[in-house]
């Protein structure tokens, strides 16, 4: 009958900016602000994606399971792996290896799945009782691990918008915030002189292992 909290600290701050001519942007006619907004946020939420998943260490994480995924009832098998480790299956996500997530993907033909999403996007939600399939490519290689199964609510993530310091420094400035919290900040501002307009994004996160036991590295 407690109620608890985490702190975490807000220590990775990560950037990124581009820019283009009025010449460039007259010349290729590109949606230059809708198209760099996306762009910007995809390059952030990688980083973000590396340094979350960074944060997996034999040290901390002392469940592993001995699997095989090249057969259905294998792939099935992963069930069993979190109820025997007390995880909820419907809220956690199995994050594969690109080696591994491929071998799922050949299992899954439209007549065993159910549906299309495996053949045609790659992308497989809701399989076995989990809440997704994903396939991770920054799983740490020090793990020697083929991925992992992970709760909901074993690793906290935080970020918080930078609104910038002087008031009024860029003519726009502005964040959008996904409805799991994350933040993003973006500012859009010229060099007159050089005619150069520029596009910048940044996201301030941290993030922790709040409950390692609900964790379980593949192998």
Request: net charge negative; charged share 20%; glycine share 8%.
């Amino acid at each position: 009958n407690e109620i608890g909290g985490e702190l975490i600290t807000l220590d990775k701050h990560l950037v990124k900016s581009v820019s283009i001519t009025d010449v460039e942007e007259a010349e290729t006619g590109i949606r230059w602000a809708t198209d760099t907004a996306a762009a910007l946020a995809d390059t952030l939420t990688r980083g973000v994606n590396d340094y979350v998943f960074g944060l997996l260490s034999s040290a901390s994480i002392t469940l592993t399971a001995d699997v095989t995924l090249t057969s259905k009832s294998a792939i099935a098998n992963l069930y069993a792996v979190a109820e025997q480790n007390d995880i909820p299956v419907d809220r956690a996500v199995v994050a594969l290896t690109p080696a591994n997530f491929a071998a799922v993907l050949a299992q899954l033909d439209s007549n065993v799945f159910g549906g299309n999403e495996a053949i045609r996007y790659g992308y497989v939600p809701n399989l076995y009782g989990f809440a997704g399939f994903v396939c991770a490519s920054n799983i740490p290689a020090s793990l020697s691990a083929d991925g992992a199964i992970i709760a909901q609510d074993a690793i906290g993530i935080a970020s918080r918008y930078l609104y910038p310091g002087t008031e009024g420094a860029y003519p726009e400035a502005w964040s959008a915030t996904t409805e799991d919290g994350f933040t993003i900040g973006y500012r859009r501002f010229m060099d007159l002189c050089r005619g150069v307009n520029k596009f910048a994004a940044d996201v301030l996160v941290g993030a922790k292992v709040i409950q390692p036991n609900k964790i379980v590295i593949l192998k």
